[in-house]
């Protein structure tokens, strides 16, 4: 590897990341909300021709701005609409990524570093997850990534090129998510440069601020713009105060939790090499004279203690200090390597990684036997194997004090099971779902309606829109007319369906992992 070139070095990791994440991209079927609803909502944008008024099922969607939808309508143009092409460019950004993240920790804190945090997101199960599902935050991940990257390289070079991409990025980042690409970044570049020292006048001309912020108006307030008239506000509004301000101040869906919850989000999310964080960020504290470790300790501090003081709590929202952990967990794995830190440093993180491996595949097992809808599917812990496997093998090469293939067996165990669980686990669990299991009974039916709710995966995977009936006269009325319809409801609405009509439930099944039962229903006349 070392006879390599860096552009080659480059170009072979990027390769690599994008056929690990590639592979089985089109299973299971599109099925989480967020996915279905982020693909519908691009898939409906390329049928109507308007990019600029986001819709699902026919009705705004408020929830994001547009730049994934973009990509998005793209990859169906490309390859068909299809799962494959609502996740293509997502994989594409998260290989990205890995790429940008392996160059910036090589440039300042050298090759092996950039190899073993190349090494952390690779074997990174939630990584590999977020980056292979159709949503905005492989996007804002990479644009965040980048921005952050420039605005250090910037510090330490002083090349003009790298402050006008950082705007770059964050004006797409604001096309991708919102305020929250920009300001949680400045927020945290500012306390860097007051914690350095550097945060004066001098300093604030360099950055050349109006300059900036015309770049990233000049990016995204186009389509805000057209997007405010189109809806006459209503999109803006729904947007920033309900999708922004309320999920900060307030508890949505059901996503809340304790105040370290973030923090406990970002160790699981990067498993198995994130058991090693506290040392990694303990390390990072006491070896700060190196900034780069300073500034990656910022990010990824500033990340964790804003979202702990959100009231909504979900892992992805902590995702963009991946890449910032996995650097300070290439550096304290590279120390380890160069045998600049001891083995006893991190041999109790290992203990308690050696207890989980060996209990994940039995959560697995015993999880899914306790869910009717999927307990036939309960075999697929056999997949997860290699991670108690490869603590075993750690534990060997612990002994033996070989660092290199300490650290190899814990990753490559996690990488392993990670292709296993693309391939194998996750769509044989998620393929057993009421959409999956309905789809051949909804084909070709022309009067098909829901009552008051739904899932909402029977939009993109049907690739047509459903009507709404939200009121039972409403429902009475339209089964008058349309006896030979097929309404798609829930268990909970049953008493009123059946008192719309004569109506018997033909399909019935618990949706994956919900509370909720799809319940199909059709006229008995």
Not at 74 to 91: M, Q
Not at 170 to 180: A, H, R
Not at 293 to 309: E, K
Request: proline share 5%; net charge positive.
């Amino acid at each position: 590897m070392e006879r390599l070139n860096l552009r080659t070095k480059g170009i072979l990791l990027f390769i690599v990341s994008l056929m690990l994440l590639l592979q089985n991209l089109d299973k299971p079927m599109i099925y989480i909300l967020d996915e279905a609803k982020n693909a519908e909502c691009a898939r409906e944008m390329l049928v109507s021709g308007d990019y600029i008024m986001p819709y699902f099922n026919g009705q705004l969607r408020t929830d994001k701005p547009p730049l994934h939808y973009f990509f998005m309508a793209l990859a169906y143009k490309i390859f068909g609409v299809s799962a494959f092409s609502a996740r293509f460019f997502s994989v594409v950004f998260g290989a990205l990524t890995i790429l940008i993240s392996f160059l910036f920790c090589r440039k300042y804190l050298g090759e092996r570093a950039g190899w073993l945090t190349a090494m952390v997101l690779l074997s990174s199960l939630h990584f590999n997850f977020q980056m292979r599902m159709s949503v905005p935050d492989p996007y804002l991940i990479f644009f965040m990534t980048s921005g952050f990257m420039c605005f250090y390289a910037f510090l330490i070079e002083k090349g003009k090129f790298w402050i006008w991409l950082m705007y770059v990025c964050f004006g797409l980042g604001l096309l991708t998510k919102g305020p929250i690409a920009v300001a949680l970044p400045g927020l945290i570049m500012l306390v860097f440069l007051i914690w350095t020292k550097r945060f004066n006048w001098a300093m604030i001309r360099s950055f050349q601020i109006p300059a900036g912020i015309i770049i990233v108006l000049l990016i995204s307030l186009p389509w805000y713009w057209l997007n405010y008239n189109a809806s006459n506000g209503l999109w803006t509004e729904g947007f920033f105060f309900k999708h922004n301000l309320q999920r900060f101040s307030d508890t949505m869906e059901g996503h809340g939790g304790f105040f370290l919850l973030p923090l406990i989000m970002v160790i699981a999310g990067l498993l198995p090499l994130s058991v090693f964080c506290i040392q990694a960020i303990f390390l990072a504290w006491k070896q700060r004279a190196n900034e780069v470790l300073l500034y990656c300790l910022s990010i990824v501090l500033g990340i964790i203690i804003f979202f702990s003081f959100s009231q909504t709590k979900l892992p992805n929202y902590t995702a963009p200090a991946y890449p910032f952990i996995a650097i300070l967990l290439g550096f304290l794995l590279s120390e380890l390597e160069g045998m600049n830190l001891s083995l006893k440093k991190v041999k109790w993180a290992f203990g308690f990684y050696t207890v989980m491996a060996f209990a994940l595949p039995a959560a697995v097992y015993f999880g899914l036997k306790a869910d009717k809808n999927v307990q036939d599917a309960a075999g697929v812990w056999i997949w997860f194997v290699p991670i108690p496997v490869g603590a075993l093998m750690g534990w060997y090469f612990m002994r033996k004090n070989e660092i290199s293939k300490f650290i190899l067996s814990m990753a490559f165990s996690f990488i392993l099971s990670n292709f296993l669980f693309f391939a194998k686990a996750y769509p044989g669990v998620y393929g057993i779902n009421p959409v999956a299991g309905s789809l051949e009974l909804l084909k070709n039916k022309p009067n098909l309606v829901y009552y008051k709710m739904m899932n909402s995966a029977y939009i993109f995977n049907m690739q047509r829109l459903v009507p709404a009936i939200q009121s039972q006269d409403s429902l009475s009325i339209y089964l008058k007319k349309h006896p030979d319809a097929l309404v798609i409801s829930r268990k909970q609405f049953e008493e009123e369906i059946l008192a719309s009509g004569d109506m018997v439930p033909v399909f019935e099944q618990k949706d994956t992992f919900e509370n909720p039962i799809t319940v199909i229903y059709k006229s008995v006349r």
